[in-house]
């Protein structure tokens, strides 16, 4: 067993031993790139809220999210403006994977094309009104697109959404990805390419899409990133309660937590970003994946509710609550062998995604339902509920 030795204690920061790597605890924004303007309040319609929560039903769900947030291929974010961002393109081909709906796939992958691609074959973060408005990739964006891509050319018999994934990897493994002392972890953007300490999400890292991308391209960087996204993780979450939204990896294998992408922003803090750790890991086919899911358990478990915002001891920071805390904390008990705390988690979040519509909320229920119920999404976390 790993000893954990509290260093010291300041306002804003922990410092935690790990093994041989120092892990500084502070709390992070949720966002893509180097801190950008955010929309401001809604300006175009949300979905009607619905009189009850959904069932846990992945197909259905998914076909709620098409339904509701997809309008010509363009999954838009009613509740933050209107505008449309890499992540939700890639949240929509999930959906029209798990919902088996070839159509709505083939439209929601040829508006990204026209609408997000960049020349290198990343695709575009934002687009509002019209066009572009921040032309940085997000990698976990591409990274899901690339695993939906493979997806569905599976699931449709098409070789030609194959390749369009095959590609789209080769491109993420080339641009995105970098080689420290922990072993090959990925970028969260190019803006992070050539800064040392590597700027770090660990949400973004998905077990799953690495293994996934690495049979279908036959490259070897794949099988890199499992096992240094996994060795960073593991360090993580063997120093601290929770995982942070945001970190930064050194070269030497250093990890420290970070306020935001480039240490500014919101305290350290898991809230937005660092719930889809576990979910990632959650559905992983590799049971010390799975392992790291349910480490956090005991602490998210202290409560009945999830606060939205929480510091890494896994205090609350704010009174509000998110669809996402619940989901994560179900994939955390999933993960623990807590079985019925998974349905009445997953079911909280649906409830409060029905009551509160949000892009967000509604896309992450329905994907949480899919990793953990279902194997659409080519995961391992299918369960009876």
């Known amino acids: ?18 093994g041989a790597a120092v892990v500084a605890v502070g709390v992070s ?40 947030w997809v309008e010509d291929g363009r999954v838009v974010r009613h509740d933050e403006g209107g505008d449309t961002v890499s992540e939700g393109q890639a949240y929509g081909l999930f959906a029209a994977v798990i919902a088996e709906d070839e ?34 990739p997000a990698s976990d964006a591409d990274l899901d697109a690339a695993r939906a891509l493979i997806l569905a050319g599976d699931l449709f018999d098409r070789e030609d959404l194959r390749a369009a994934g095959s590609e789209l990897a080769t491109v993420i493994a080339d641009r995105l990805t970098v080689e420290t002392d922990r072993g090959r972890i990925l970028l969260p953007g190019l803006w992070a390419a050539d800064r040392e300490p590597y700027a770090y999400n660990p949400s973004y ?67 937005f970003d660092a719930p889809r750790l576990l979910l ?37 920071l704010v009174d509000e609550r998110s669809a996402l805390g619940f989901t994560a904390r179900a994939a955390s008990a999933h993960a623990a062998g807590d079985d019925a705390a998974v349905r009445t988690d997953l079911e909280s979040g649906a409830a409060l995604a029905a009551e509160y ?9 329905m994907l949480s339902t899919a990793m953990l119920t279902d194997d659409a999404l080519g995961g391992c976390g299918t369960g009876e509920l």
Do not use: N
């Open 1 to 18: 067993m790993r000893r954990r030795t509290l260093v010291a204690v300041a306002a804003g920061a922990v410092l935690v031993t790990a």
């Open 29 to 68: 924004t949720s966002d893509h790139a180097p801190p950008q303007a955010r929309p401001e309040a809604t300006s175009t319609a949300l979905p009607p809220a619905a009189t009850a929560a959904p069932e846990l039903d992945a197909p259905a769900l998914a076909s709620a999210f098409l339904d509701d």
């Open 103 to 136: 159509e709505r796939f083939d439209e929601i992958w040829e508006w990204t094309q026209d609408e997000l691609v960049r020349p290198d074959g990343l695709m575009a973060w934002r687009w509002d009104d019209g066009s572009i408005v921040d032309d940085e």
């Open 205 to 271: 890292a998905s077990p799953v899409a690495f293994e996934l991308l690495g049979a279908a391209t036959g490259d070897p960087r794949w099988a890199e990133l499992q096992a240094g996204s996994a060795a960073v993780t593991d360090e993580i979450l063997s120093a601290t309660d929770l995982p942070p939204d945001w970190a930064q990896v050194h070269y030497d294998g250093l990890i420290e937590p970070m306020p935001g992408p480039l240490g500014e922003g919101d305290p350290v803090q898991y809230a």
């Open 280 to 316: 990632r890991y959650a559905e992983s086919c590799t049971p010390s994946d799975v392992a790291l899911a349910g480490l956090p358990y005991a602490t998210l478990d202290r409560e009945p509710d999830v606060s939205a915002r929480l510091d890494l001891g896994g205090g609350a």
């Open 357 to 365: 519509p949000t892009y967000y909320g509604a896309a992450w229920v």
